[in-house]
T-cell receptor, first 112, second 118 residues
């Protein structure tokens, strides 16, 4: 089955630690995205990538980093510089930028 | 820059009643429009999309939406809702990039929480 996987579903970390969220897709999509979701704030774009080895900052990139070494994978690192990292993180992919996005199941990160 | 406004943050409705979730966008050019649904603690799932052609778009789960260019709206409707329709719904828009040969990434609205009561 084609789709997007995110792991783990739930993640707990101590403040001051970096943590990497996994996102893999087997849809052969060029574009991939990371969103952060907080209650009442909709989806906020963190980073996106249109092609391998290239990515752009979204609206709230500070405190986050990404890499796109393979077409299938777009991991997100939440660094200790992110002031309020506890949130629900969604990964998505699409054929091209303006096409419908396919979403993964999300990772809920809790930092204490 | 494109923007999307979902006019209601929460919509309560009784089971088997009709519902309309409102979405307006700000753009003067031809856009692509999307509606997504998100059940608790899950990712988003596409309900329907408008790219061109007929302004009435039918989607999954009995939902439909009407594109109105003059009012820059794309409201989502369902004639009779079920308890299982309780979820958050997101409207999204994509505008053509400069040059007009391709479209830009989606911009999402803030979401509307639909709660269906028995």
């Amino acid at each position: 089955d084609g789709g997007i996987t995110q792991s783990p579903k739930y993640l707990f970390r101590k403040e001051g630690q970096n943590v990497t969220l996994s996102c893999e897709q087997n849809l052969n999509h060029d574009a991939m995205y990371w969103y952060r979701q907080d209650p009442g704030q909709g989806l906020r774009l963190i980073y996106y990538s249109q092609i391998v080895n290239d990515f752009q900052k979204g609206d709230i990139a500070e405190g986050y980093s990404v890499s796109r070494e393979k077409k299938e994978s777009f991991p997100l690192t939440v660094t200790s510089a992110q002031k309020n990292p506890t949130a629900f993180y969604l990964c998505a992919s699409s054929v091209g930028q303006g096409d419908e996005q396919y979403f993964g199941p999300g990772t809920r990160l809790t930092v204490t | 820059a494109q923007s999307v406004t979902q006019l209601d943050s929460q919509v309560p409705v009784f089971e088997e009643a009709p519902v309309e979730l409102r979405c307006n966008y700000s753009s003067s050019v031809s856009v692509y429009l999307f509606w997504y649904v998100q059940y608790p603690n899950q990712g988003l799932q596409l309900l329907l999309k408008y790219l061109s052609g007929s302004t009435l778009v039918k989607g999954i789960n009995g939902f439909e939406a009407e594109f109105n260019k003059s009012q820059t709206s794309f409201h989502l409707r369902k004639p009779s809702v079920h308890i299982s329709d309780t979820a958050e719904y997101f409207c999204a828009v994509s505008e053509p990039l400069i040059g007009g040969t391709s479209y830009g990434k989606l911009t999402f609205g803030q979401g509307t929480i639909l709660t269906v009561h028995p």
